[in-house]
């Protein structure tokens, strides 16, 4: 069909103008002529639409929304002799959870089985399905049983003995002792002494790796001691010292530290700062070291390692990942804002599942930027939720309004140490203990398991973010 011309174009133009013109002239006669049946036929063309809207609702009902969903990856492996934890899968109707209606069937080589067998290598392929109102949907995944045995770890967020913010944590990979802190105040190193001596835990004595990420009191305190509480270097054999590879303080607490670093390196300990260790640049220093059978830690690289952050401590934190199968474990001291903007823009960062909530929580830190990459499923704080020793505006106490804000758009799955009083501490979760065969992530508080947004504290003085991703 040929195109019409301009001339066409416009006579066809004029003429729609005209018969709208004199529809608008014919509608107004009616109108002055018939006030009462215009009236009414108006509405009855509305009747009309209104009835004609609710026959389709029932005569063609708009289709139900039913939500299908794997918990966790669409593949993973297991390690022969492990305890096998199904994923499973989830399943909404109307925003209903209908999760317990979904069957699942497990086949090996084409023939079904009750159920996975993790005591030979194989490889199994796992069929959720469900039907509900007449919807019916299915999804798959393979499990894939290894003859590689990765050991276990266990990761302690651990509280520090008085009324002051700090971190310590301590981690058990296999047979390897890994201390990474130890705030807040010197006599801490007390606390955390009898905690690593339990039975279980750091049973010879030897540390094989200490990280000091930065040089705060609130971070090395308990290195130093007392002669009280004598320091984590007097109570400990260490293997290798990893800190910081720059720092702007002249204190008495990190000049002391340095004395007691340099006498347990005279003893036979390792030193290396972060920064040797990413360019492995020195005898021994490694930016990857696997320190468990299937687990590795990896020393992460950002710009304040080598440039000023300008008085700005925080910045110069080491940064680690330790790996385990498909879990990660994201550890950034107390990491800024900036520093973490340039953490992301250093190293390909994996989703986690476990971070420790940097900074104690505060708002300076755990930006988007962060979070927004390692999408993390758990996150654990070291701080006494509450206190006004670092923020004594309200709403940015540890840990702040706006970090829940931006934390509580990846997870609920949010636990703190401690709960600050004016002259001492409470227990809010306690010791936090996180647990992983490589499979699901158990954690569990020394007082209890509450997720931080179900406890007293959070109801009263923080709210939940609606948004979530």
């Known amino acids: ?43 009855a063309i509305i009747a009309l639409g209104v009835a004609g809207y609710f026959a389709r609702q029932y005569f063609f009902p708009p289709e139900p929304e039913m939500s299908f969903v794997l918990n966790g990856p669409s593949s993973y492996s297991v390690a022969l002799e492990s305890a096998y ?27 079904t089985v009750p159920t996975v067998d ?21 999804l798959e995944r393979s499990v894939v ?34 201390l990474i802190d130890a705030g ?11 905690y690593l001596k339990q039975p279980g835990l750091v049973e010879d004595n030897k540390l094989e790796y200490v990280v000091a990420t930065h040089a705060h009191q609130d971070h090395i305190a308990g290195f130093v001691g007392t002669n009280a509480a004598p320091g984590i270097f007097k109570q400990f054999d260490v293997g290798t010292i990893i800190d910081f590879p720059k720092t702007d303080t002249t204190s008495s607490i990190y000049n002391r530290y340095v004395e007691e670093r340099t006498a347990e390196v005279a003893s036979g300990a390792k030193h290396f700062t972060a920064l040797e260790c990413w360019n492995e640049s020195k005898e021994g220093a490694q930016k990857s070291y696997e320190i468990a059978s299937g687990i590795t830690m990896e020393i992460l690289y950002h710009k304040y390692y080598v440039e000023s952050a300008k008085g700005d401590e925080n910045n110069y934190s080491v940064c680690l990942l330790f790996t385990q199968g498909e879990n990660h474990y994201l550890f950034t001291g107390d990491l800024e804002a900036g520093g973490e903007a340039s953490l992301v823009a250093s190293n390909t960062l994996p989703q986690v599942t476990l971070f420790k909530g940097a900074h104690h929580g505060s708002y300076t830190a755990n930006s988007d930027a962060l979070l927004s990459v390692i999408r993390p499923e758990v996150i654990c704080i070291c701080c006494c939720a509450g206190t006004k020793e670092f923020r004594p505006t309200a709403g940015n106490e540890f840990p702040a309004q706006a970090t829940v804000n931006v934390m509580g758009k990846y997870t609920e799955k949010i636990y703190v140490t401690s709960l600050w009083h004016e002259d001492r ?45």
């Open 145 to 178: 049983v290894t003859s590689i045995t990765a050991d276990s770890i266990s990761i302690h967020f651990l509280e520090l003995g008085n009324q002051y913010t700090g971190d310590s944590v301590y981690i058990k990979a296999g047979e390897t002792d890994i």
């Open 1 to 43: 069909m040929s195109e019409q011309k301009p001339a066409q174009k416009k006579k066809a133009s004029s003429t729609g103008k005209k018969i709208k013109k004199t529809a608008k002239k014919e509608i107004k006669k009616v109108r002055k002529k018939h006030p009462v049946a215009f009236v009414l036929a108006v509405i």
């Open 184 to 194: 807040s105040r010197q006599y801490s190193a007390g606390t955390i002494g009898k």
């Open 425 to 469: 501490a409470d227990s809010l979760n306690g010791n936090i203990v996180c647990t992983s065969l490589g499979m699901d992530l158990e954690v569990h508080g020394s007082s209890n398991d509450t997720i931080l947004k179900e406890t007293d504290w959070f109801k009263e003085n923080r709210t939940w973010p609606s948004e979530r991703i």
């Open 118 to 138: 993790t005591s030979k290598e194989a490889t199994f392929k796992v069929t959720y399905s469900i039907e509900h109102e007449k919807l019916v949907k299915s």
């Open 85 to 111: 934890v199904e994923k499973g899968a989830k399943a909404t109707y109307e925003g209903k959870d209908i999760s317990n209606e979904i069957k699942t069937v497990y086949t090996c080589d084409g023939v």
